[in-house]
């Protein structure tokens, strides 16, 4: 896996079978969420939304963790592989957490009354929101692609150790100004029916995001590597 | 720390080895397959024309900028695990003076002994050699640009270095300046140091053999 | 190199930053004059109610800093950017991180210490006082060296680039939030009675964290932009 050409061509005849599962996992989840599952007794179907909303949200910061992580395997070992997947995860990255910012404000119409509520956890989203677009900004203003990815990596690896402080900070912020109110996302106990489309609805969504990240790195490689002889002999293919 | 004396003269002293330098920007090989080696007494003339990469190996040389691939050793260390124990044994001279135009010239030579490993040559010595004498209370910036090339050049005498890295050392240097930066280069060399470096001039320094690096 | 040299290249490379910011002084007063202009400005938008203006003070006068700040970073690394010293640095017999750690020194003592010198001041105009006054002082004395500290990694990141003041501001002010938060509400906090040993404790574990690991980033992120 270390060389970019390997790395394409193993990708390449990977995808489609990781679609087909993808496909497969998110048709039942949304089946099993939208038809199977019983109404919830006090929110009756909006409800629903979780089973979005909860996947993204546990996306976003997945894949954010994956981004430190791959930043700094390419910032220690210089491997182009890992630097390309990192780049790759910020607008996937940044979209589920956008996703997951509206479906929690959508949640929260009918709950709190309002589109918006400064509850810790749409915070707490909201600010690793800025954190990816940060890093998607300092990307497109370097110039050099491989210096970009190094600043990248650095920057995100910062972003990692401040999440939990950043958490933690808008979690205490926001006992204290609201006092111990619970949560609309808390669920103290969810019932088995409604539980595992959850569990496939996230299953589906990290193959999405393996599927399009995968899809990324590999266009990324190519622009990276268009001056090397496996991507001309790639294109004499065709 | 790497002492002088006795210590130093009695280890082998394998300089600086390059084996398979590599570089390239934005997808374009500057130079690939480079390999050289540099001992005690021995200049190296990187030549080639505009955007060869010259200024770009004597960065990497300098551990400033990476390279795609291959191996840099001093003393037969690695210079990236070296750190701070390459840099200090090794001076770099690039096309920005690297001077603080709101400090004195005394002040600069100042920080630069710092920031090296100092020699003892004294402050009024060194601005002697350079033809400085007298500015020592001035402000850089005030200074013209020859004379800021030659403050530049005064991190060679205030540090003890065996490596000096010039880039373009002449830039901006009159006839005067010109000869003194080739004595400085001379009696470095005939000290057992070493100087890789670019240049656009044709150097006069009788006794001394120049290799020549050739990029394309 | 041993310690004695590296201490001497740490205080020298410290006065060296506070004599030339001294020699230009105007680049350090503009920080200070953005500061009081800031939170005079909140005064007139929100019409001057005090009642409205104490509850707010705590904010507003961190929020300001907070802006103020960041926008002096960019002097910590970018005139040493361009006139190639700090490749000098980054080629010193040092450790760059302990380097870093003297610039960022003389980068609070001339941006940071003015804001917390005319705060007072500002607690005036916002009816802010006594204990209030006294905690925010303190907050801003253990808060603003972490604003530069993290800000620090921010420039090194962004010094290379020919716009790199707008970038800047989406890169750290994130990273601001735990200082703003626990900055402020050790104020309300305090202004209210409460004792707030948990909100400073919590900022001098901030700044210490913020000590011992910002300049390791900042050193990495120097050498990328130069390279």
């Given at each position: 896996m270390g060389s970019p050409p390997h790395f394409y061509r193993f990708t390449g005849k990977i995808l489609p079978w990781l679609s087909l599962l993808c496909a497969l996992l998110i048709a039942t989840g949304l089946w099993g969420g939208l038809v199977e599952a019983p109404a919830d007794y006090q929110q009756g179907d909006s409800f629903r939304i979780i089973y979005v909303h909860v996947p993204s949200a546990w996306m976003s910061l997945f894949v954010y963790v994956v981004m430190a992580v791959c930043g700094a395997i390419g910032l220690i070992w210089h491997m182009k592989n890992a630097e390309v997947i990192a780049i790759s995860s910020a607008p996937i990255g940044a979209s589920f957490t956008f996703l997951a910012l509206v479906t929690g404000s959508l949640w929260g119409k009918p709950m709190w009354?309002?589109?918006?509520?400064?509850?810790a956890r749409l915070t707490s989203e909201l600010i690793l929101l800025f954190l990816y677009l940060g890093v998607i900004g300092l990307y497109a203003a370097i110039e050099d692609k491989r210096t970009a990815s190094r600043a990248v990596a650095i920057l995100a690896l910062v972003g990692l150790v401040n999440i939990p402080i950043i958490h933690y900070s808008v979690e205490w912020w926001n006992t204290l100004h609201q006092g111990p109110t619970v949560t609309k996302f808390d669920k103290p106990s969810i019932h088995v029916s409604m539980l595992i489309p959850l569990l496939l609805m996230a299953g589906g969504f990290k193959l999405f995001y393996l599927i399009s990240v995968l899809i990324r790195a590999r266009g990324e490689l190519i622009e990276r590597e268009s001056n090397s002889n496996w991507v001309s002999e790639l294109l004499e293919k065709r | 720390m790497l002492m002088s004396g006795p210590d130093q003269q009695q280890r082998a002293e394998p300089g600086l080895t390059v084996s398979g330098l590599h570089c390239s920007r934005d997808g374009r090989d500057?130079?690939?397959?480079l390999s050289f080696r540099l001992r005690a007494g021995e200049l190296l003339v990187v030549e080639g024309r505009n955007g060869s990469g010259k200024t770009s190996l004597l960065r990497i040389l300098c551990g400033i900028r990476m390279q795609e691939s291959g191996s840099i050793n001093w003393d037969d260390s690695p210079i990236g695990e070296l750190g701070p124990l390459y840099h200090q044994e090794m001076a770099y001279i690039g096309?920005?003076?690297?001077?603080?135009?709101?400090?004195t010239v005394a002040e600069n030579i100042q920080l630069a002994k710092a920031l090296g490993k100092p020699s003892g040559t004294d402050l009024q010595t060194i601005l002697k050699r350079l033809q400085?004498?007298?500015?020592?209370?001035?402000?850089?910036?005030?200074?013209?640009a020859g004379q800021k090339r030659r403050l530049a050049l005064s991190r060679l005498l205030a540090t003890v270095s065996r490596l000096w890295i010039l880039d373009e050392?002449?830039?901006?240097?009159d006839r005067r300046g010109v000869e003194i930066c080739e004595q400085l280069i001379s009696s470095h060399l005939t000290h057992g140091g070493m100087v890789v470096m670019t240049s656009h001039h044709a150097m006069e320094l009788p006794g001394v053999e120049i290799t020549r690096l050739r990029l394309s | 190199m041993n310690d004695r040299s590296l201490a001497r290249a740490f205080s020298l490379l410290l006065r060296r930053d506070l004599v030339i910011n001294f020699r230009q002084r105007s680049e350090c007063v503009n920080p200070v004059l953005f500061f009081v202009i800031v939170v005079t400005l909140f005064a007139l938008g929100t019409g001057a109610d005090r009642a409205l203006l104490l509850s707010m003070a705590p904010g507003v006068i961190w929020v300001s800093a907070l802006l103020a700040s960041m926008l002096s970073l960019e002097s910590i690394f970018r005139s040493d950017f361009e006139d190639g010293s700090l490749e000098q640095l980054l080629l010193s017999a040092h450790p760059v991180t302990v380097l870093v750690l003297a610039k960022v020194t003389a980068h609070w003592l001339v941006t940071g210490l003015p804001l917390i010198l005319v705060a007072p001041l500002l607690c005036i105009l916002l009816g802010l006082s006594g204990e209030g006054l006294e905690t925010l002082i303190l907050t801003l004395l253990i808060g603003t060296p972490i604003l530069s500290l993290v800000g620090a990694i921010g420039v090194a990141l962004t010094v290379?680039?020919?716009?790199g003041g707008v970038i800047i501001s989406l890169l750290v002010l994130p990273l601001y939030i735990p200082v703003l938060i626990f900055g402020t509400s050790a104020v309300q906090m305090s202004a209210a009675g409460f004792p707030v040993n948990g909100q400073l404790s919590m900022l001098a574990a901030l700044l210490a964290l913020a000590l011992a690991l910002a300049p390791l980033p900042t050193a990495a992120a120097l050498r990328m932009s130069l390279s």
């Open positions: 009354g309002s589109w918006w509520v400064w509850d | 500057l130079f690939k397959d096309h920005h003076d690297g001077i603080k135009g709101d400090l400085l004498s007298g500015y020592n209370e001035v402000l850089a910036r005030a200074l013209s050392p002449f830039t901006s240097l | 290379g680039l020919r716009r």
